[in-house]
């Protein structure tokens, strides 16, 4: 069981708009640490999609974007494109026993 | 551009060691916390434990302490991450990541491209 959980699969038609939720704790979102979004393509290292919330790196097409409330944070992807395929992982600091980085399950985006 | 390269694929058996490596280049390597994350067979993505290269300052996920050891020489920009004996569970994907600023709190990036370990008998 993963510190921070996201759900396993998301699925949407091009062009539509589909989120990822990441849901975690007071020990780690909820305490106020930022989130962090990672993309990877099978086969590939992750690649930086979203820094401290909602913060795109240069090169990050507008379409992903991120937002945080609470204990929980999520990922919008608007304008689906095929090469948007691939697995999201959420990431944020956790100050309990559990350790102290933790990552999200991760999900697996299909575009249909 | 700010650059990691990791040492290639292992082939280990059981009970054996092994140090797989992250060169880096192109930024102040002393300046910035290394992180090794682990990646099992179809899974997801785990902490494993972090080093400030500045002073050696290394910190490890309670679920891999005592498991491995990480390490780093400043004199060659790179950092290390060694096992004494492995086991066929050590099977993974293996990436090293920079922290994104200066300071402990700061996001993931770049990535190394990843070292495959396999331990089989």
């Known amino acids: 069981q993963s510190v921070l959980t996201q759900p396993p699969s998301v699925s949407g038609a091009p062009g539509q708009r589909v989120t990822i939720s990441c849901t975690g704790s007071?020990?780690?979102?909820?305490?106020?640490?930022?989130v962090y979004w990672y993309q990877q393509v099978p086969g590939t290292a992750p690649k930086l999609l979203i820094y401290?919330?909602?913060s795109r790196p240069s090169g990050v097409p507008e379409r992903f974007s991120g937002s945080k409330s609470g204990t929980s944070a999520s990922l919008a992807i608007t304008g689906l494109q095929t090469e948007d395929e691939a697995d999201y992982y959420c990431q944020s600091y956790d100050n309990s026993l559990s350790g102290f980085w933790v990552f999200g399950g991760g999900t697996k985006l299909t575009v249909l | 551009e700010v650059q990691l390269v990791q040492s290639g694929a292992e082939v280990k058996e059981p009970g054996e060691s092994l140090k797989i490596s992250c060169k880096a280049s192109r930024y102040t390597f002393t300046n910035y916390w290394i992180n090794w994350v682990r990646q099992m067979p179809g899974k997801g993505l785990e902490w494993m434990g972090s080093?400030?290269?500045?002073?050696?300052?290394?910190r490890y996920s309670p679920s891999f302490q005592g498991q491995v050891t990480i390490s780093v020489d400043k004199s060659i920009s790179t950092a290390y991450l060694q096992w004494s004996s492995l086991k066929a569970s050590d099977t993974a994907i293996y990436y090293c990541?920079?922290?994104?600023?200066?300071?402990?709190?700061?996001?993931?990036?770049?990535w190394g491209q990843g070292t495959l370990v396999t331990v089989s008998s």
């Open positions: 080093i400030y290269p500045g002073d050696s300052d290394t």
């Open positions: 990541a920079r922290q994104g600023g200066s300071s402990w709190l700061n996001w993931f990036d770049p």
């Open positions: 401290d919330n909602n």
């Open positions: 007071s020990f780690n979102i909820g305490a106020g640490f930022d």
